[in-house]
């Protein structure tokens, strides 16, 4: 058990208890060599198993669990004890799947074996893990605690938490089912016989009916109320949107289920010209088409207008900070760039400047970039986000080297990694609220953004602070 940023410390402060445990070395050096050793996510890290040899006979074998917990992510007890017995089932699990793998072959030694990370043996783990810590909690007097967790779980996937992935925990899909079955076999568990075990065998009943299937329609409802939840939507609008425009009925049943949860009323009102992750693909492409489009068209008039290309470019970045805090739709920042550049190049050389050339520009560097690339591209910042990782213009160029990305995307975040060396992103979640510190200009040029019928002169006037004249 550790606090943020003293795993290490922790490890070598506890050198000496480590050494005096059977095998003590072999697993305070396997601790100083894994790389979570540099993290701060309580978690389970593995088994390391040992078995000694005396004159060719093998004796007993030596198992040890090893997970992490950080002590400063538990504001109530009930939590952190559930989650040690959430890691304890990950631990007796792995246990018995090693047991069983190597039961005819050497066990490897001094190596930590680390549970299977694929995204559905992860969630299935989890679920299986989840109920086997509330039902203990339960069985240890905690009331309530089977539904208090279905509830903790529903509403940490309608916010945005950095570094935590409530896609991986469907535990809210197997509540009802949990219920019922402690329900039925509460008064057969015996707390002084084997009782892991029986605990261990109740999550197995609940589990088994909950396949591949289940967790990828889990996935279905909790990939997208995370997209909204990082955007800034609230739980309301996010169920609402579940509800009222997914073309999936598990996730339209998920959605009430998690309402009645977390007892939250759903949004009714839907927004038919905004990005919705709970609609199709196609759907949100045809989106980004007409916000990208009518941003070239309404921000050219706007610099024509206040003669200053500023405010493209401020545009641009603004675009390129929601491509890594939220998502794609819209984004023109390319775009924007290419007509900025047009604009200060024939204000230099003293020629007529007019928003349509500005405009076909504009149009002609958008066709460049195809919706699932820059789609793609905001996926792995957005990851990297919600990681808690800070995200700058040289990481995106680092990003798209290693996945091959789009040559001129690669050359325009090159440019900016030249110009602009700020984060785009912090790595933390957004706030309710916008920020108080915008300036009158700035708010006037957001109302016009969405407000097209704004008057000639209120146009020129939030340009005062991008370097248009007055």
Known sequence: MHKNNEREKTVIDKRNIILAKPHGQRIYDALLMT????????????????QNKIMGMKLKRHHTAVFFINADTFQI???????????????LYSMDRINTRHANTEFPQSKLIKPATDKV???????????FGAI????HGHKDFILQLAK????????????????????????????????????TIDIKA???????????????????????????????????????YSPEKILGNAIYTSEDTFVRALAYQIADLVE?????????????PFASDDYNERIHRIKSDETGKRLTSIAVLQNSANLLFAEAQRHNKKLVTENACGWASHALHEAAQQFEDLF?????????????????????????DIKKLSYYLNQRHRNGAPVNYDTIVELLKKTKGPEHLLQYFARCAQNEDAPLSDGRPPQEEPSSAQSSAEQGLAQFIKDPSLTQKEIKLTGKNTGAPE
Request: proline share 3%.
């Open 35 to 50: 790389k979570e050793i540099h993290h701060n996510e309580s978690g389970f890290l593995g088994i390391i198993i040992n």
């Open 77 to 91: 007890d009930e939590n952190a004890k559930h989650h040690l017995y959430s890691l304890t089932w990950h631990a």
């Open 121 to 131: 043996s992860l969630s299935k783990n989890n679920l299986m893990a989840d109920i």
């Open 136 to 139: 203990i909690m339960e069985s």
């Open 152 to 187: 903790r779980r529903s509403h940490e996937t309608l916010q945005a938490v950095t570094k935590l992935h409530p896609h991986i925990l469907p535990y809210p899909v197997a509540y009802e089912a949990c219920k019922l079955v402690y329900e039925d076999l509460k008064g």
């Open 194 to 232: 084997r009782f892991m075990q029986q605990i261990m065998d109740l999550a197995s009943e609940v589990s088994l009916t909950y396949g591949d299937n289940a967790i990828k329609q889990w996935w279905a409802f909790a990939r997208p109320a995370q997209d909204m939840a990082w955007a800034g």
């Open 264 to 276: 939250i009323e759903p949004d009714t009102t839907t927004d038919q010209g905004a990005y919705n």
């Open 348 to 372: 230099a050389q003293g020629i007529h400047i007019s928003a349509d050339d500005i405009l076909k520009t504009y149009r002609d560097a958008l066709t460049q970039t195809q919706w699932r």
